[in-house]
C-alpha cells in the first residue's frame, strides 16, 4: 500500500508539472505571436519616428557629405502605399484583438471554473438538486451550460440527461470554434492581400517597361518592385501568427471539450440509478 500510495503521488505530481510546462508554454507562444501579430501596427503607425530618424539621416549626410538615405521604416511605408497600409492596419488591428479575446477566454478558470464544480458538487451532496440546477443555470461557464442542461432534462432519466449534456457540449464547442475561426480567415486573407501586393507593384514595373521607348531607370521600377515585395513580407507577418495560434487554439479547444465532458459526466454519474426519478 505504501508503494501503491508513492506510485499515486509521483505521478500526480508529473501530471501537474507536466500541466505547468504545457501552460508555460503556450503563454510564451501566444506572447510570441502578439508580438509579430502587432509588427505591421508598430511598422504602419510609426511614419512620424521614420520621418524624424529621415531628418537626422539628412543632417548627419549633409555634415558628411554623404548621399541622404531613408530608414527601413520609411521604406516599408512609402513601398506599402496608402492603400496597403489602411488594409494591413485593419488586419493587424483584429488579429491581435482576436488573439487577446481567445487568449482571455479560453482558459480553464473561465471555461471550466473549479468553484462551480466544487458548489454545485456540494448541493449534489447535500440533495439539494434545485439550487444545483440554478447554480448551474445562472453559470455562463462552458461546464455551467453543460450541466444546467443536464439537469434540465434529468426528470426524464439519466439516458436523456446525458444525451442533453451531450447536445450542449456540441453547442459550446461549436460556438468557441466560430470565434478562434476568425484567427484562421486573417491568416488566410493575409498573405492572399500581400499576393495581391505583389502583382499589382509587378504590373506597375512592367507597365513603366512598356510605356518607355527606352529603358527606365532602376529607381523608378524599383518602386513597383518593392511594393510587389513589402506586401508580401507584410501578409506573411500576420500569417504566421495567425496561422500559428489557430492551431494552438483549437488544440486547446479539444483540450477543453474533453476536460468538460470528463467533469460533467463525473457529478451527474450519481444519477444513473434514478432512472425517470424526479431530480
Request: proline content about 3%; glycine content about 8%.
Amino acid at each position: 500500500m505504501l508503494v501503491g500510495s508513492c506510485e499515486r503521488r509521483r505521478d500526480g505530481f508529473l501530471s501537474r508539472l507536466a500541466g505547468v510546462v504545457s501552460g508555460c508554454v503556450s503563454r510564451v507562444l501566444v506572447a510570441a505571436c502578439l508580438a509579430a501579430a502587432w509588427a505591421p501596427v508598430a511598422t504602419c503607425l510609426s511614419p512620424a519616428v521614420a520621418m524624424a530618424q529621415d531628418e537626422e539621416v539628412a543632417v548627419d549626410d549633409a555634415v558628411d557629405g554623404e548621399p541622404e538615405g531613408k530608414s527601413y521604416l520609411a521604406f516599408l511605408v512609402e513601398a506599402l502605399g496608402i492603400k496597403y497600409v489602411i488594409i494591413f492596419l485593419l488586419l493587424s488591428f483584429a488579429l491581435v484583438a482576436l488573439l487577446v479575446m481567445c487568449f482571455m477566454q479560453f482558459r480553464k478558470s473561465v471555461l471550466l471554473p473549479q468553484a462551480l464544480s466544487e458548489q454545485f458538487e456540494q448541493h449534489l451532496e447535500n440533495k439539494e438538486f434545485q439550487q444545483a440546477y440554478e447554480l448551474a443555470k445562472n453559470d455562463d461557464s462552458y461546464l455551467g451550460r453543460v450541466l444546467a442542461a443536464g439537469m434540465g432534462k434529468l426528470q426524464s432519466g439519466y439516458p436523456a440527461a446525458v444525451e442533453a449534456m451531450q447536445a450542449a457540449e456540441s453547442e459550446q464547442a461549436m460556438s468557441l470554434e466560430h470565434k478562434i475561426s476568425y484567427v484562421s480567415l486573417v491568416g488566410a486573407l493575409a498573405p492572399m492581400f500581400g499576393l495581391l501586393g505583389t502583382v499589382d507593384g509587378m504590373v506597375a514595373a512592367f507597365m513603366l517597361i512598356a510605356q518607355r521607348d527606352t529603358a527606365p531607370k532602376p529607381s523608378e521600377l524599383a518602386v513597383g518592385i518593392s511594393q510587389a515585395l513589402v506586401t508580401t513580407l507584410i501578409g506573411l507577418w500576420l500569417a504566421i501568427p495567425a496561422i500559428a495560434c489557430y492551431g494552438m487554439f483549437k488544440n486547446w479547444l479539444q483540450r477543453f471539450n474533453m476536460d468538460v465532458d470528463d467533469e460533467a459526466m463525473r457529478l451527474m454519474a450519481r444519477f444513473q440509478n434514478m432512472g425517470k426519478k424526479a431530480g
